[in-house]
């Protein structure tokens, strides 16, 4: 007699796509169910509403806490940075400065970060450990140190 065709694999394939069919009937069933039991819900039921926080809901929003809002005050993008003029003017120390060459770093006392700064940046001659003042800048490599002065 000939042996059967039927190799392991080919059994488990089998038994794999019986089993996802019985699962498919299984999921069928159980929405004809549902739906029997009421399950639909009716449009109003699938609404859901915002509230004047900006939370949902299924209740509607009370008209008497309606808030008019001028199209004139929606500001679309980001909102333009105003600068004080007490903020654009920093404090630091001048950790290095080389007279030679005409550059140098100062670290900020708030951020305690390294700025470059060049000697035509300097109100006057400065030399290391000087307390100064000045303004940052985006340069070519990062931020610098400009309209350095002795504080």
Do not use: C, W
């Not at 008019?68 to 120390?93: C, H, N, W, Y």
């Not at 060459?101 to 060049?118: A, M, N, P, Q």
């Amino acid at each position: 007699m000939a042996k059967s065709q039927d190799s392991y694999s080919k059994k488990e394939k089998e038994k794999n796509r019986r089993k996802k069919q019985q699962e498919k009937d299984e999921r069928k069933k159980q929405r004809k169910a549902d739906k029997a039991e009421g399950g639909s819900k009716t449009l109003e039921e699938m609404f859901s509403y915002v509230d004047e926080n900006g939370n949902l809901s299924s209740t509607p929003p009370d008209p008497s806490k309606k808030k008019q809002i001028k199209a004139e005050d929606i500001m679309l993008g980001v909102p333009s940075r105003s600068e004080d003029p007490a903020d654009a003017f920093r404090s630091g120390t001048i950790k290095f400065f080389n007279q030679e060459k005409g550059y140098g770093f100062v670290i900020d006392s708030e951020t305690k970060e390294s700025l470059f700064v060049h000697i035509n940046d300097l109100n006057g001659p400065v030399k290391e450990n000087d307390k100064v003042n000045f303004e940052i800048e985006h340069g070519q490599k990062g931020p610098k140190a400009v309209r350095v002065k002795l504080g």
